[in-house]
């Protein structure tokens, strides 16, 4: 198999959006996980809002089952978007979460490039996620 060919057999399994239908997605209740890695994210820059974990842990921190799982990560119900530079890496990281069951996983088109381009690198900081965060981190 080659890497075009396990790219087509990821993006089989998922339905991913585009970043006009982002804005929708997090009104209902998906979370935005940025995988760059640091170095990618200070030379492209930050996705305000997003929830920040490289790829070489994202199984762990979002797998409900895993001792290593963020708080977030509840359930198998769970909406995760993954976003990387461009949409390819991504695609490959959602079809893993969902062969873990997390359902719901997909990637936006574009990634984080595509994001920049529509002037919508902000559109996570209105997140129910991401409100509840800055409110917490506010009371200390």
Avoid at 51 to 65: F, Q, Y
Avoid at 76 to 94: F, N, Q, R
Avoid at 95 to 120: I, N, P
Wanted: proline share 4%; aromatic share 4%.
């Amino acid at each position: 198999m080659t890497i075009d060919q396990m790219l087509d057999q990821a993006r089989a399994q998922l339905r991913r959006i585009h970043p006009v239908e982002l804005p929708a997605a997090l009104a209902r209740g998906a979370i935005l996980v940025d995988i760059r890695p640091a170095a990618q994210r200070a030379r492209e820059g930050a996705l305000p809002g997003a929830l920040v974990i490289e790829r070489n842990v994202l199984e762990w921190r979002l797998d409900p089952s895993s001792s290593a799982r963020l708080a977030l990560a509840t359930d198998h119900d769970v909406e995760w978007v993954v976003v990387c530079s461009e949409g390819y890496t991504s695609s490959l990281a959602a079809a893993s979460l969902r062969q873990l069951g997390l359902h719901r996983a997909t990637d936006l088109v574009g990634g984080y490039k595509a994001l920049e381009a529509a002037r919508m690198r902000a559109v996570a900081t209105g997140a129910a996620h991401f409100t509840r965060e800055v409110r917490s981190l506010a009371v200390l």
